[in-house]
């Protein structure tokens, strides 16, 4: 069982990066890649768990973006594969995201403050480890107020994008971020492209440019697409040549996802790691 797409707590998760190892150990998953949001904080941790877990790891990340379309920017979340960390362009452009989160997370919690009981106190305590402030933290904080019952309530409704509350944060541009990720050595893949519920979608020939300059896959089997989503995305890889995968978006406790819910055919992954700079790191090979 290959899983593709985790959080831990280098970003939003709940769990630590060896925890999600150990996590995946506990269900089965033979694979698992750590895709924390534009960090790789948790890489070294998780890498460490590998031997004692028996779960192999890919490095990875999801980075926030923003595609460019004639209706106006849509987000796009892209999950890089096995780069280089130290690539200085992709750093760069991944501080400037970290950066600018944290100040749109205080813009929202003054916003939500005028008419619930949170406060910056409270949603900085719901970080781990130095992890960049962001909208799921703002979410456990209005759990742990008693406003929602869990993340996924906060996010469809006072987090969504169409709420009063929300603010928008920097995001590189969707093309230059691929370019970033191939310049660094790795292997970049759309996450959840037909995940409506967030928010607008791209369009198939906003994929079909991405591709152009580089996308490399499409995560078709996710929690947020329907039977339809699915197979519409698996024909559209066929058409474009592009890998398909299939992934958790495991991120603990703090959502609903649970890891190998979703999963990633083998020859999918001896792909990815064919064109990334880095191995796979396997219990039996360290």
Do not use: C
Request: negative net charge; charged residues 25%; without cysteine.
């Amino acid at each position: 069982m290959i899983d593709l797409h985790t959080h831990s707590r280098a970003s939003d998760g709940t769990d630590t990066p060896r925890g999600v190892l150990e996590a995946a150990a506990s269900a089965g998953v033979t694979v698992v890649a750590l895709t924390d949001h534009d960090s790789t904080a948790g890489w070294d941790e998780a890498a460490a768990a590998v031997a004692d877990t028996g779960v192999a790891l890919v490095r990875g990340i999801e980075i926030s973006t923003r595609a460019r379309t004639p209706e106006g920017g849509i987000s796009v979340h892209l999950l890089g594969y096995l780069h280089d960390r130290e690539h200085p362009a992709l750093l760069a452009e991944l501080q400037r995201t970290r950066d600018d989160r944290v100040q749109r997370a205080r813009r929202m919690t003054e916003r939500l403050a005028d008419d619930y009981p949170v406060t910056w106190e409270d949603v900085v305590a719901q970080t781990h480890g130095g992890a960049t402030v962001g909208r799921p933290h703002l979410a456990d904080a209005l759990v742990a107020a008693g406003v929602v019952a869990h993340r996924d309530e906060a996010f469809a409704t006072m987090l969504h994008p169409g709420a009063p509350y929300y603010v928008p944060h920097y995001a590189p541009d969707t093309a230059d971020a691929v370019r970033a990720v191939l310049a660094a050595g790795g292997v970049p893949v759309m996450a959840h492209p037909r995940a409506g519920r967030r928010g607008r979608v791209v369009t198939e020939e906003t994929i079909a440019e991405l591709a152009e300059v580089g996308l490399a896959g499409l995560e078709a089997d996710h929690r947020d697409h329907s039977a339809d989503d699915r197979d519409r995305m698996r024909g559209l890889a066929r058409e474009l040549g592009l890998l398909v995968t299939g992934a958790s978006d495991y991120h603990g406790v703090g959502k609903q996802n649970r890891l190998g819910e979703h999963t990633t055919d083998p020859d999918v992954l001896a792909e990815i790691e064919e064109r990334g700079t880095l191995e796979v790191l396997r219990p039996w090979t360290r």
